[in-house]
């Protein structure tokens, strides 16, 4: 893959892993970079379970991505302690 592949790859997982884990989004940069970080975790997990990607391509890609994204913000808020604001 291309470096503007990993960078859209990882945009898009981080952006949706955000939302999903209910969030607003880590900025640029910080979205890209969980995504892409997603991107190892996600496949280290599907290799790990024997699973293979529905999709194939870069929406396969994509996916696992942001599976792994969402593994990897939960594991950081788990770690965190989840420390939440009050408004």
Same mark, same amino acid.
């Given at each position: &893959? =291309? %470096? %503007?592949? $990993?960078?859209?790859? +990882?945009?898009?997982?981080? %952006?949706?892993?955000? !939302? /999903? &884990?209910?969030?607003? +989004?880590? +900025? @640029?940069?910080?979205?890209?970079?969980?995504?892409?970080?997603?991107?190892? *975790?996600? +496949? $280290?997990? !599907?290799?790990?379970?024997?699973?293979? =990607?529905?999709?194939?391509? %870069?929406?396969? =890609?994509?996916? /696992?991505?942001?599976?792994?994204? *969402? /593994?990897? @913000?939960? /594991?950081?808020? &788990?770690?965190?302690?989840?420390?939440?604001? *009050?408004?």
């Amino acid at each position: &893959m =291309t %470096l %503007l592949t $990993w960078l859209i790859v +990882g945009l898009v997982a981080g %952006l949706l892993a955000s !939302f /999903v &884990m209910g969030g607003v +989004g880590y +900025g @640029l940069i910080g979205d890209i970079i969980i995504g892409i970080i997603g991107a190892f *975790v996600g +496949g $280290w997990l !599907f290799s790990a379970l024997g699973v293979a =990607t529905p999709l194939g391509g %870069l929406a396969g =890609t994509i996916l /696992v991505a942001f599976i792994g994204a *969402v /593994v990897l @913000l939960f /594991v950081l808020r &788990m770690i965190r302690g989840g420390r939440r604001r *009050v408004v």
